[in-house]
C-alpha cells in the first residue's frame, strides 16, 4: 500500500530489505517477512542460523532478564533504563556495508522521570524553554523502548546512507505519534533542574545554511515526525532548521515541501520540511504484527510487567534514505567516508498529529559516533642512566579496530611500529604523537602526546618489581598502594612519591625492606590525598638497594575527582607478557573477572574481593594466551561490564 502525506512525501508500508537491513517490524537476523531468509541483517538474533548479522550488543542481556525476573523487589530494577550500543565498533565495514553506529534504550517506566511536565513544550520552541521532570505519562505516550542505527548501503561515500530507527509505546490502539530530532551540537538533559543544555545557537538549534545557488555551506539539526493512526504508518515527514529567508532559495539537493512552525506565528527560525528532488519512496515503515518476538532484553510494560512478544502494532519500525533527501553530509559539504549527520538524538512523543502539538515523554539526549579517542601510555616512561640499551613501548589504551594510527616523534627514535599500527618500541627520550582516522582515507579524527624522559641518576638493578597497583576510595579519599618484587634480599627500602597533575615527583613516605625474605616479597602503602590535588595523581616506587643504588617502578595514575564510573580497564592495550586490569566498584563486594577469547573459550577466572572505588589488578599471561582479541568481564551488583583488549605475541 501506498499513502500520500499532507506534504506530498511517500513511504513503503510492506516489508522492504534497504541495504541489507530488514524493515519488516522484527528484531530477527536471518529471519524476514515471516520467514527464514539467510542474509538480511536486523537488531537482534535470537538464533536463526545464516549471514545475517545482528546490530545491537547483547551484551549482559540474559543477566538482565535474570534480574527482572529474580529479584525479591523487581519493580524499582524494571524502571531503570538499559543502553546497549553497536554490536560492532563504530565505522565498521560488515558485509561490505559501512555500519556508522546503533542504539538501544530502554526508558524510564512508570513514574517516568524523562517527561515534558509543563504541558507547552511543543517542537519548535528552544530546548532551553522546555521543562522536564518526574510524573505518569499517557500509555499511548509512553516510549518503552528506542532503536536507531545508521549505515550506508556499500563501503564507499557514493553508496546511500540510511538511517533506521524503530520505537515500541505501551499503548497499541489510539493514535499514536513521535518524533526522531537529530541535533549538531552536544546538547544533554540536566536531571535535578529538568533543563537542557548545549542547544544550539539559533533560537535552541543548529540552523542549516544555503548560499545564492541553494548548496547547503553548513548542516543544521534534523528532525522525523512519524505518525500512526488506526494501527497504520500514515505519514514520516522530514524537516531541517532554517533560518526563515532561506526559504526565499531553491536547494540544490532537496526541495521545500510547504510546512515552517517555530516558536510562535511569527518566529524566524522553526522546521522547515523538505522532500527530496527525485520522485519515488524513500520512506519505509510498517507496525509489528502479534507476537512478534520483542528480543534478548524482552520487554517491560508500563505497569513493569515483563512480556516475550510485542502485541499487534506495539512496535513501530521505519527507515529513511539520508542520501535520496539530500541529508547526507559527504554529498552535501564533501569530505571523507566516515562523515556524520549529526552529533544527539532526542526522541519524543506528541499530543497529536499537529507538529506544534503538545511534547508528552522523551528520551534524554543520546550520543551517537563517538568512536574512543587515541589515549596513549608508555610501558617505560622515564629513561633510567646513559645507556640505549633501553626500550619502552608507547601503545594506544583504548584502540578502535577500524581506526588506523599513524606515528611521528619530535626528537625522539622510533624502532619498531607494529603492523596494526597500536603500538610503537622506543629507544630514546622524545615527544612521541599518534594521529587516529577511523577509518582508511578518512580525515584526522584524535591526535595524543607522550613525553619520554630520561632521568641519569637512577640506573636499572638485579631487584625489580613484578607488580605495582593499587585502589581509591574517594568516600574517604584514601589511595591504598601495593608492589611485588623479585630478589627482595637485594633491596633495603622503598620511597614513595607522588606528582599532582604531571607536575614533579615529590616524596610522601618510606617503607623499609623484609629482609627475612629472599626471593619474592610484597608491600604496601596507604596515602591520604589531599583535598587540594588536582583532577588525577601519579604515584611511583623508588626501590634503594643494599649498594645505594636505585630503580624506580612504572608510574600508577589514579583519578581523584573524576566522575566515578562503575566498569573496567585493561592496560596496556594492546598486551604484551603482562596487562593491568583496573575494575571501579560502587561498593565493597565480591566479584568473579572472567576473561575469553571471541569464541568464547575461557582463559581466566579470578575471584576477587573489590573495594569501593578503584581496584588494580596485575596479570601475566602465558601460553594460554594466544594472538589475538579478547574480552574481560567482571558481574557487580548484577549489572555487567566488559572490556575487549588484543593480546600480541
Same mark, same amino acid.
Given at each position: 500500500m501506498v499513502f500520500v502525506s499532507t506534504v506530498g512525501s511517500s513511504q513503503i508500508t510492506t516489508p522492504i530489505i534497504k541495504a541489507a537491513f530488514g524493515v519488516d517490524a522484527d528484531l530477527r537476523a536471518n529471519y524476514f517477512n515471516g520467514f527464514v531468509q539467510s542474509g538480511n541483517d536486523d537488531w537482534f538474533n535470537n538464533g536463526t542460523a545464516g549471514t545475517g548479522n545482528f546490530v545491537i550488543d547483547t551484551t549482559g542481556a540474559a543477566a538482565v532478564v535474570a534480574s527482572y525476573l529474580s529479584d525479591a523487589s523487581p519493580w524499582p530494577i524494571r524502571m531503570t533504563p538499559v543502553y546497549r550500543s553497536m554490536s560492532r565498533p563504530k565505522f565498521t565495514v560488515v558485509n561490505n556495508r559501512l555500519w556508522l553506529d546503533a542504539i538501544f534504550v530502554r526508558d524510564h517506566h512508570g513514574n517516568d522521570s524523562s517527561v515534558f511536565t509543563a504541558g507547552s513544550d511543543k517542537n519548535g520552541m528552544s530546548p532551553a524553554d522546555w521543562t522536564g521532570g518526574i510524573q505518569g505519562i499517557p500509555d499511548k505516550n509512553d516510549i518503552l523502548d528506542v532503536f536507531m542505527h545508521v549505515r550506508r548501503a556499500g563501503p564507499t561515500t557514493t553508496d546511500s546512507l540510511w538511517m533506521f530507527g524503530g520505537i515500541s509505546l505501551d499503548n497499541t490502539t489510539g493514535n499514536r505519534y513521535f518524533d526522531f530530532e537529530m541535533y549538531q551540537t552536544d546538547i544533554y538533559y540536566d536531571v535535578p533542574t529538568g533543563k537542557f543544555y548545549g542547544y544550539g545557537p539559533d533560537a535552541g538549534h543548529t540552523s542549516w545554511q544555503l548560499d545564492a545557488a541553494g548548496? +547547503?555551506?553548513?548542516? #543544521? @539539526?534534523?528532525?522525523?515526525t512519524g505518525q500512526y493512526q488506526s494501527s497504520t504508518l500514515t505519514n514520516i515527514e522530514a524537516r531541517i532548521w532554517v533560518h526563515q529567508s532561506m526559504l526565499a532559495i531553491t536547494p540544490a539537493q532537496f526541495n521545500w515541501s510547504g510546512q515552517f512552525d517555530g516558536a510562535t506565528t511569527g518566529a524566524v527560525y522553526g522546521y522547515a520540511s523538505i522532500l527530496p528532488k527525485t520522485a519515488g519512496a524513500f520512506y519505509t515503515g510498517l507496525g509489528s504484527g502479534n507476537n512478534t518476538w520483542a528480543g534478548p532484553f524482552q520487554l517491560v510494560l508500563q505497569d513493569n510487567s515483563l512480556a516475550v512478544n510485542y502485541t499487534k502494532d506495539q512496535f513501530m519500525e521505519f527507515s529513511v534514505n539520508l542520501s535520496k533527501l539530500g541529508l547526507d553530509p559527504v554529498s552535501l559539504l564533501g569530505g571523507d567516508v566516515c562523515g556524520t549527520p549529526f552529533n544527539r538524538l532526542v526522541v519524543k512523543t506528541r499530543a497529536s498529529s499537529s507538529f506544534t502539538s503538545e511534547l508528552k515523554d522523551f528520551i534524554a539526549p543520546i550520543n551517537l559516533f563517538l568512536a574512543p579517542r587515541a589515549n596513549l =601510555?608508555?610501558? +617505560? /616512561?622515564?629513561?633510567? #642512566?646513559? =645507556? @640505549?640499551?633501553i626500550t619502552s613501548v608507547i601503545a594506544v589504551?583504548? /584502540?578502535? /579496530? $577500524?581506526? +588506523?594510527?599513524?606515528w611521528e616523534t619530535i626528537g625522539g627514535?622510533?624502532?619498531?611500529?607494529d603492523p596494526t599500527g597500536m603500538w610503537i618500541e622506543v629507544n630514546q627520550p622524545g615527544t612521541y604523537i599518534v594521529t587516529q582516522r577511523l577509518m582508511a582515507g578518512c580525515n584526522p579524527y584524535a591526535t595524543d602526546t607522550i613525553i619520554i624522559t630520561r632521568d641519569t641518576t637512577c640506573n636499572v638493578l638485579a631487584a625489580r618489581f613484578q607488580s605495582f597497583s593499587g585502589t581509591y576510595s574517594s568516600g574517604n579519599r584514601k589511595a591504598d598502594l601495593n608492589w611485588v618484587i623479585q630478589n627482595n $634480599?637485594?633491596?633495603?627500602s622503598f620511597v614513595v612519591e607522588v606528582s599532582n597533575d604531571g607536575g614533579m615527583f615529590t616524596e610522601i613516605g618510606t617503607v623499609s625492606a623484609k629482609t627475612e625474605l629472599h626471593d619474592q616479597a610484597a608491600y604496601g602503602f596507604t596515602y591520604i590525598v589531599p583535598l587540594t590535588t588536582a583532577s588525577y595523581i601519579d604515584f611511583r616506587i623508588k626501590m634503594i638497594n643494599d649498594d645505594g643504588s636505585y630503580t624506580y617502578s612504572r608510574v600508577l595514575r589514579t583519578n581523584v575527582k573524576q566522575a566515578f564510573k562503575p566498569g573496567i580497564t585493561i592496560a596496556p592495550n594492546p598486551v604484551r607478557e603482562k596487562f593491568q586490569v583496573t575494575i571501579n566498584s560502587p561498593s565493597d563486594t565480591q566479584a568473579k573477572i572472567l576473561f575469553f577469547d571471541m569464541q568464547g573459550r575461557s582463559v581466566m577466572i579470578m575471584n576477587e574481593t573489590l573495594r569501593k572505588g578503584m581496584n588494580v589488578f596485575t596479570i601475566p599471561t602465558n601460553t594460554n594466551w594466544r594472538p589475538g582479541m579478547y574480552n574481560a568481564l567482571v558481574q557487580i551488583n548484577q549489572e555487567t561490564f566488559t572490556s575487549r583488549f588484543v593480546v600480541l605475541e
Open positions: 548548496n +547547503v555551506t553548513k548542516a #543544521g @539539526d534534523i528532525i522525523f =601510555a608508555a610501558e +617505560v /616512561p622515564i629513561f633510567c #642512566g646513559m =645507556a @640505549d640499551t589504551q583504548n /584502540p578502535h /579496530p $577500524s581506526s +588506523v594510527y599513524t627514535n622510533i624502532i619498531y611500529t $634480599s637485594l633491596a633495603k
